[in-house]
């Protein structure tokens, strides 16, 4: 985008009640559409992997959306926190500090949160709790890092076994020393644990999926067809997908030659283009 | 002492960068400039981190993010050397008036170090300077996009292929390269710098095989104040998961030493 034809303008935000939060809003010249909130994806700092919470959040901003990009507490340039509140309500203070900060920059009122990876995962976390969210955005969504879920759903991945099991060069890995045993480790060992040991997080994370969509909020939930994160959902979802998209306030899109990261500028176009054509069905149900 | 997030100008650009008071009375201050996508938010950790321990160390610290990279304006492949150098000029003027500091120490990590010692050399008042794993020239930094677009991620997962489109673009890493910007990436290189002599150098390395060494030697080969250290670490720009603590230590304290 060419800075002489840019309809937004970007500006530092000091969030939370002692400013330890860092973020950058991106307000339109109009602010026409409900703002959007950018969780941290993993530990990466506020402009995502390969820039692409930059990009969208000026896409986005081009078309009304005011977008903050945020640090989580102890992410990014953000404080570390020395609240004593457990994770997820640390994810909700701090979102809710967050959504108080664009308010009071432009008056918006209803929300939209997301984020990729663990970014996904605290923004349902956070719109459980925060009626004033009209939508979540999820995008190859991770699930916190419990070491059973992790390594059951790995080690269930069929493609990952398949691209590596047939790759010479793997093998040449493997025999020379330069695997990374300790995450091989891990894979098998996922094959041990049993279902019922990941379903209580699939429980929470259903009940959750569903007070939003009796709350009317409306859920995108983005996976690149190459990744893990198909997995993890297909475990999460404890087959209620169908019920879910059923209600119309859930949609599943898959993109195709999309790595965890979004790093092409296709594949980040292509979920630029989920995410309007998502936003504006939403818009013109409610 | 609270962060100062802003954005400034540098010529028609707008930057962002983060002032950081050093937590006793100032020195000087040091100026960080980043690495170059898609390097920058893997090294954004460690970077702070390195600011932190300068603030303790009574240095106040002013990091930046160049024009088109990070949080800066811009598009990446609108880009072009002279605006990169005219952010570091930039970022060492605002920096200067800010904290009302004469010295100024330039700290730079790979594209950002190549950068950070070419605006050293074009000016004369940088006290002192360190390059953490500065990449020789351009054309071998996009040589090393091509090698990570090329090398399957942990899971086996590739990237399409490198191909040029109908307009001339060439995507690496999700960078999209013109050709006027491929071409002032392969013309832009450290191999004939003259180091200011009054000027101080640090060259921090951690890759034996990579082109950093041969900066070293470069530079030792002139006469100037000038240490290499060479440090094996987790590589921040590729695990930004890693904090690389001997490499901040031994950055921090040559600093320290020099004021």
Redesign the interface.
């Known amino acids: 985008m060419n800075a002489a034809t840019t309809t937004y303008n970007e500006q530092p935000c000091l969030i939370g009640p002692e400013q330890s939060l860092i973020g950058v809003l991106t307000m339109p010249e109009t602010v026409n559409k409900p703002a959007v909130i950018l969780l941290n994806a993993g530990m990466l700092h506020r402009v995502g992997p390969n820039r692409c919470y930059v990009k969208w959040a000026r896409w986005l901003a081009e078309l009304g959306y005011p977008v903050l990009r945020f640090d989580s507490s102890g992410l990014g340039d953000s404080s570390i926190s020395q609240s004593t509140a457990d994770y997820d309500e640390r994810i909700h203070e701090e979102t809710a500090w967050a959504m108080a900060a664009v308010t009071k920059a432009c008056g918006s009122d209803r929300f939209i949160l997301g984020g990729l990876c663990l970014g996904a995962v605290n923004a349902l976390l956070a719109a459980s709790h925060e009626p004033q969210v009209c939508g979540v955005v999820m995008q190859n969504p991770q699930f916190l890092d419990e070491d059973e879920l992790t390594s059951y759903v790995e080690a269930r991945n069929w493609r990952y076994w398949r691209r590596v099991l047939f790759t010479p060069e793997r093998w040449k890995q493997f025999f020379f020393g330069q695997a990374d045993y300790k995450m091989i480790l891990s894979r098998l060992r996922g094959f041990f644990i049993r279902k019922d040991a990941v379903n209580d997080i699939a429980d929470d994370i259903v009940a959750r999926f569903s007070v939003l969509i009796e709350r009317g909020t409306s859920i995108l939930l983005v996976n690149s067809a190459l990744d893990v994160s198909r997995d993890y959902l297909d475990v999460m979802m404890r087959d209620r997908a169908a019920e879910f998209q059923a209600t119309g306030r859930m949609t599943i899109e898959e993109i195709t030659d999309c790595d965890h990261l979004f790093t092409t500028s296709d594949s980040q176009k292509l979920f630029l283009d989920m995410f309007i054509r998502w936003s504006d069905a939403c818009r013109t149900e409610s | 002492m ?2 100062e ?3 400034f100008k540098s010529g ?3 930057l ?1 960068g ?1 002032f950081e008071p050093a937590q006793r009375p100032c020195k000087c201050v040091a100026v960080i400039c980043n690495a170059f ?2 390097e ?2 893997g090294c ?2 460690a970077l ?1 981190k390195l600011g932190e321990r300068l603030t303790r160390l009574g240095i106040d610290v002013f990091r930046f993010d160049f024009a088109g ?3 800066s ?4 492949g ?1 880009m072009d050397m002279t605006q990169w150098q005219t952010d570091v000029n930039a970022a060492v003027d605002l920096a200067r008036r800010r904290f009302r500091c004469r010295k100024v120490v330039l700290l730079g990590v790979r594209m950002g170090a190549t950068m950070a010692a070419l605006t050293c050399a074009s000016r004369g008042d940088i006290h002192a300077a360190v390059l953490w794993e500065p990449v020789l020239d351009g054309a071998t930094f996009v040589d090393d996009q091509r090698t990570v677009h090329n090398t ?6 590739l ?2 292929p490198i191909k040029t489109d109908t307009d001339g673009i060439t ?1 690496i ?2 960078l ?1 390269f013109t050709d006027p910007l491929l071409a002032a990436f392969a013309e832009t290189s450290l191999a004939d710098l003259v180091w200011p002599p009054h000027t101080k150098v640090q060259v921090v390395t951690n890759m034996a095989d990579a082109s950093s060494p041969r900066v070293a030697e470069l530079l030792a080969a002139q006469d100037i104040d000038f240490e290499h250290i060479h440090v094996k670490s987790p590589l921040v720009w590729i695990d ?2 890693q904090v690389p603590g001997a490499v901040l230590q031994a950055i921090s304290e040559w600093v320290q030493k020099q004021l």
Not at chain 2, 73 to 76: A, H, P
Not at chain 2, 152 to 157: L, Q
Request: glycine share 10%.
């Open positions: 609270p962060l997030p802003l954005f028609e650009r707008s962002f983060i996508e898609p920058h938010v954004h950790r702070k990279m990070g949080d304006s811009g598009d990446f609108r399957p991620t942990p899971d086996g997962i990237l399409p995507e890493v999700g999209r930004h998961e």
